[in-house]
């Protein structure tokens, strides 16, 4: 079963931190691009941060320099390792995975709420 599992949403103070997980199974992960997206209330969902294959990353200007994606092939799972967070980015976090040929997999998705 192909299946992309989020992990690691949760409550965080402005200014703090948080690391989310998504873990990947039922497909050859070292094959796939990967990526964080997220929807605010009332917004189109926006890509946060991709990595490809090799390794090289992206990332949405409002997260450069706090935001940082890095995957564990022998884990099967892609990271959004996030500092310096505030409360505009307060929304559910989604995971992706891409492969040419192949349809896109998505995660359920895990909320982040950074509030005092």
């Known amino acids: 079963q192909v299946q992309l599992v989020e992990s690691g949403g949760g409550l965080v103070q402005p200014g703090g931190s948080l690391t989310l997980s998504c873990a990947a199974s039922?497909?050859?992960?070292?094959?796939?691009?990967m990526g964080w997206y997220r929807r605010a209330p009332g917004k189109q969902r926006e890509l946060v941060a991709q990595?490809?294959?090799?390794?090289?990353?992206n990332y949405a200007d409002s997260v450069k320099g706090r935001f940082t994606i890095s995957r564990d092939n022998a884990k099967n799972t892609v990271y959004l390792q996030m500092s310096s967070l505030t409360p505009e980015d307060t929304t559910i976090y989604y995971c992706?995975?891409?492969?040419?040929?192949?349809?896109?997999?998505w995660g359920q998705g895990t909320q982040v709420t950074v509030s005092s």
């Open positions: 992706k995975g891409s492969r040419f040929g192949f349809s896109d997999v």
């Open positions: 039922g497909i050859i992960f070292n094959m796939y691009g």
């Open positions: 990595i490809t294959r090799g390794g090289s990353t």
